[in-house]
C-alpha cells in the first residue's frame, strides 16, 4: 500500500494544499473582522442577516481550516480581535458605508471565493480537502445568490451595458 493510498485524513499535505488552507483561514479570519464591521454600518435587516450568516461560514471555515492544519502540524494564522458592535447613529454620515456598497462588497469578495474555493478543489489530491472546499464552494453560491437577490429587490444592483435585441433590417 502507497503513502496516498487509505484513509485520506492519513494522507499527508502536499504544499500547495498546506498554503491553500493556511490562506483560506486567514482571509477567513479577516472577513470576520471586516463583516462585523459592515455590521455596524448596514442599517438594512436583511442586508445584517446576511452578514450575520456570512460571518458564520467564515467562523465555520475557520474552525475546519485550523483543525486541519493544527491536525498535521502546522500553525494557522492568528485570530483577529473581535469588533466591538456600534450604533449606527454614531457613526459620522461620512464615514459610513451605505447599504448598496456593502452588498456590492460582499457579492464580489464572494464571487472571489467561489473562485479560491474552486482552484482549491482543483489542486487537491486529499479527497477529504477537495470534499471541504467542495462544501465552502456550494455555501458561497448560496450566499451569492442571496445577496444578488436582495441587490435586486433594494435597487442596488447597477447592471453592466445590457444587450438589447434590435431589429433585422431587411
Not at 498554503?19 to 477567513?28: D, G, L, N
Not at 450568516?53 to 474552525?63: G, N
Not at 450604533?87 to 447599504?99: H, N, V, W
Request: with cysteine.
Amino acid at each position: 500500500m502507497g503513502i496516498l493510498d487509505g484513509n485520506p485524513k492519513d494522507e499527508p499535505m502536499h504544499y500547495g494544499e498546506v498554503f491553500s488552507v493556511w490562506e483560506a483561514s486567514k482571509t477567513a479570519k479577516g472577513t470576520v473582522s471586516c463583516y462585523q464591521a459592515y455590521l455596524n454600518h448596514a442599517g438594512d435587516k436583511e442586508l445584517k442577516k446576511i452578514l450575520e450568516d456570512l460571518i458564520d461560514q467564515a467562523k465555520l471555515e475557520i474552525k475546519e481550516c485550523d483543525a486541519l492544519l493544527t491536525d498535521n502540524g502546522i500553525a494557522p494564522a492568528p485570530v483577529l480581535p473581535e469588533r466591538p458592535d456600534a450604533k449606527l447613529e454614531d457613526i459620522p454620515i461620512g464615514a459610513r458605508f451605505m447599504d448598496q456598497e456593502i452588498a456590492a462588497k460582499i457579492a464580489v469578495e464572494t464571487a472571489a471565493g467561489l473562485v479560491a474555493a474552486s482552484s482549491i478543489i482543483g489542486q487537491c489530491i486529499r479527497e477529504d480537502i477537495g470534499a471541504l472546499f467542495a462544501k465552502y464552494h456550494a455555501t458561497k453560491m448560496a450566499l451569492g445568490l442571496r445577496i444578488l437577490r436582495l441587490s435586486k429587490e433594494k435597487g442596488w444592483l447597477i447592471p453592466p451595458p445590457l444587450q438589447i435585441k434590435r431589429p433585422v433590417e431587411e
